[in-house]
Structures are given as structure tokens and as C-alpha cells.
């Protein structure tokens, strides 16, 4: 909880400071890249760099976090700091980093905002940023406690077992521990980093979920990869390019132990499963745990996609709900095919599906996506705390935040 006095200047400070948000994150990752280019070696996605990802979901978490702060000060922004910790710790970031970015990030503070940051305001924002990283600092080291590995090292060469494609652009690779040991416990919805060498002699990473249940699979683990193709400006995305070209069986990629706060619960309530394109991967891994282990909750899969022809995991998802006693798939496509010829046109629509009203609901997809699906599914009835959602990269959304 802030001490009054720094909540009063939050308070006061907050629409301006938000308004400049995206200057002061911009100025803070050029000048951190400028004087420790090292840490794009390996921390940092180039390709979030250069659209703007890392930069938006910086600036929304510190909106959203100082926002919880002074709009309710007894609780704490769980959901916020579960996320951020999460994607921290599978990248590997340590305590200490939190110190270099707390010079760089303050020192942009004051280059953008000039005389307005008072010795009463910077003291303010300072003691937001330190209970913000003293929390986040204590859930990565529970985090890295929890996977079995070393703050920041977490890292470990897997064997490309199997590599198939699913579509023309998205191609799955089966995983083993190349060093023969157990693979690390995970439970289905969670992802892990894979981080490669690139041709310029920099390391670079990105995270892809679980695909199939980790837990029927022994020391196997599944990742699907769509190849992502830069739009509107935006560069191609170096890992998956790499791995689409280059990687095959008998290879062996490095891969983090796994994390990710969207997991599927244990519970009874009737699940939902919507996704669109690529964001279906973790929601099969899901469904397949529920197959895996004979689950008999009611299930409604949705899923939307450009074709039949590019939805990744489409005869699979067919497959584990024929074998799940009360679960229905329904499929919405831009461009039907006779391959689905019971599947819906356009975009997900739930105007005429029967949605649990009591049902947990678990999404993951682009952006638009999300916000248009949560949207549909509160109209539906459903409480926002059981709408659950997966954000490929930073995460740019934080619904209900307060800015």
C-alpha cells in the first residue's frame, strides 16, 4: 500500500503521466539499448521492439498497476503482477535488471516531463516502482523455486523428436530433454520460451504453448509454430522464420522451464475453449489434458480462422472432442471449405450459441479478437472473473484497468 502522501500525488499525477506514457517508454528502451545493447542479446524481442508491443505493454502495466494502487488501495492488482512475473521468469529475468531499469526508465521520466517532476512526484512514482518490483521480484523467485531452477537460469537443450506440418504456414515439433533427464512438471495452457542464435551471432526468443497435454506425454513436450509474417510495417518475426526453415528432427533447440497464469482449472464448472488462428494452440493442449484424463465437465470449443486449410489442429480438435461425452466444437471461417461443411461464416459470432452462464471461459487469440470475444461472452451472462485470457508476446490488454 503507498503511504498517503505519495498516494495523494499519484492521484493528481496519473492522467498526465499516463498521457505521456508511450514517450517516456519509448525514450526508456532507446537509451537502455543504446548504453546496454547486450541485453538484446537474449532478453529483449527485437521484433516487439520494432512495432511498438514491448513499448504499449510496458506503459499499460505501469498505468494499470499505479491506477490499482489509488483506485483501491486494500487490494492488490494480482492479475497485473501474475502476468508480468509469468513472462519475466520465462525469459529469465533477475532482481538486479530490476535496478538497471529503474535508471533508465526514471531518468526518461524526467527528459519527458521536464519541470513537472518535482522532488514530491518523482519520490511518489519511485515508491510505486519499487513496491511494483519488490512484488514481482518475490513472485518470479517463488516461480523459479517452483520449476526447479536458478533465478534467470532456466534454460535447457531439448531433441527435436518429430517435426509435422499442420499447415501450410504452422508446423509442430515434438520435444524431448536432450540431456535424457525428466522434463520439467507443466500443466496444460502454460508456455515456454525457445531462444535461438540468429545469423547476425544474437540470440533471440519467443514463447509458444504447450500444445498437447504435458502430462500424458512423459518427457515429451509439443510446441506449434505459426510463421509470422510482418504486416502494416511491422518485420517478419525472426524466430519462427528460423524455425520453419531450419529446424528438423535430430536438432536441438533451447528451450525455458514452463510458466504462463492461464492454466486450465480443476474444478467442475462447464468449460469453454475460444480461440482464433494460432491462438488455438494452447486451448488443444487443454483439450487434450481433459481427453487424456477422461474429464466429463461439459465443453463448448469455438474457434474462428481464415479456412479450413489454415486452422492448425483442426482434425485433432475432432478427434479429442469425440472423445469427451459432453463436448461440441463450432468452427467460423472468412473463407469456407467443403472440408467443414457444417462451420459457420465470418467471425465468431455467439448471437445463437449456448454459452454457460456459469461456465469458465478460457481466450486466446489476436487483440481484436479478445476484446470483440470478452465482449460477447459479458453480454452472454458470464462474470468477467471467469472470462480468462492469453495474449501471445507483451501483453498490450489489461481489461478494467484504470488509467
Known amino acids: 500500500m503507498l503511504s498517503a502522501e505519495s498516494a495523494a500525488v499519484i492521484r ?3 492522467p498526465v503521466v499516463g498521457a505521456a506514457l508511450d514517450d517516456i517508454t519509448t525514450r526508456f528502451y532507446a537509451t537502455m539499448f543504446a548504453d546496454r545493447p547486450e541485453l538484446l542479446d537474449g532478453m529483449f524481442n527485437r521484433g516487439n521492439q520494432a512495432s511498438g508491443a514491448q513499448r504499449q505493454a510496458l506503459a499499460g502495466s505501469i498505468a494499470a498497476y499505479a491506477g490499482a494502487l489509488v483506485h483501491d488501495p486494500e487490494a492488490s492488482p494480482q492479475a497485473v503482477l501474475d502476468r508480468i512475473a509469468h513472462k519475466h521468469a520465462a525469459v529469465g529475468v533477475t532482481e538486479n535488471q530490476y535496478t538497471i531499469v529503474h ?3 526514471f531518468a526518461a521520466i524526467a527528459d519527458v516531463l521536464g519541470d513537472a517532476v518535482t522532488p514530491e512526484v518523482a519520490a511518489a512514482w519511485d515508491e510505486v516502482y519499487w513496491q511494483m518490483a519488490a512484488a514481482l521480484i518475490a513472485r518470479e523467485a517463488r516461480l523459479y523455486q517452483s520449476a526447479g531452477v536458478q533465478p534467470g537460469d532456466t534454460w535447457r537443450p531439448w531433441t527435436v523428436v518429430e517435426r509435422r506440418e499442420e499447415t501450410p504456414g504452422t508446423v509442430s515439433f515434438l520435444l524431448r530433454p536432450a540431456d535424457g533427464g525428466p522434463a520439467p512438471r507443466a500443466r496444460a495452457g502454460q508456455y515456454v520460451s525457445v531462444r535461438l542464435l540468429m545469423p547476425d551471432g544474437v540470440h533471440q526468443l519467443r514463447q509458444y504453448s504447450l500444445s498437447a497435454d504435458p502430462g500424458a506425454a512423459g518427457d515429451l513436450r509439443r510446441i ?17 522464420a528460423l524455425l520453419h526453415t531450419t529446424v528438423r528432427a535430430g536438432d536441438e533447440l533451447v528451450l525455458s522451464a514452463p510458466f504462463g497464469d492461464v492454466v486450465l482449472d480443476e474444478g467442475d464448472r462447464p468449460l469453454v475453449l475460444a480461440s482464433a488462428g494460432i491462438g488455438c494452440t494452447p486451448l488443444v493442449g487443454m483439450l487434450d489434458h481433459l481427453a487424456a484424463t477422461g474429464s466429463t465437465r461439459p465443453v463448448l470449443v469455438l474457434h474462428a480462422d481464415r479456412s479450413p486449410a ?4 483442426r482434425a485433432e480438435v475432432h ?3 469425440e472423445q469427451l461425452p459432453h463436448a461440441q466444437a463450432l468452427f467460423w471461417y472468412e473463407r469456407p471449405g467443403v472440408e467443414e461443411a457444417g462451420a459457420r461464416v465470418g467471425l465468431l459470432d455467439l448471437t445463437d450459441v449456448a454459452v454457460p452462464a456459469d461456465g469458465e471461459v478460457y481466450l ?5 479478437f479478445l476484446r470483440a470475444a470478452r465482449a460477447q461472452f459479458l453480454r452472454a451472462g458470464v462474470e468477467s ?3 480468462h485470457y492469453e495474449v501471445f508476446g507483451p501483453d498490450q490488454w489489461l481489461p478494467g484497468a484504470a488509467v
Open 12 to 14: 493528481a499525477t496519473l
Open 310 to 313: 489454415d486452422h492448425a489442429h
Open 385 to 387: 472473473d471467469r472470462i
Open 364 to 368: 486466446c487469440g489476436p487483440l481484436p
Open 224 to 240: 506449434t509454430v505459426k510463421r509470422v509474417t510482418g504486416t502494416g510495417g511491422a518485420p517478419d518475426g525472426e524466430v519462427s
Open 319 to 321: 478427434r479429442l472432442v
Open 103 to 105: 535508471k533508465y526508465l
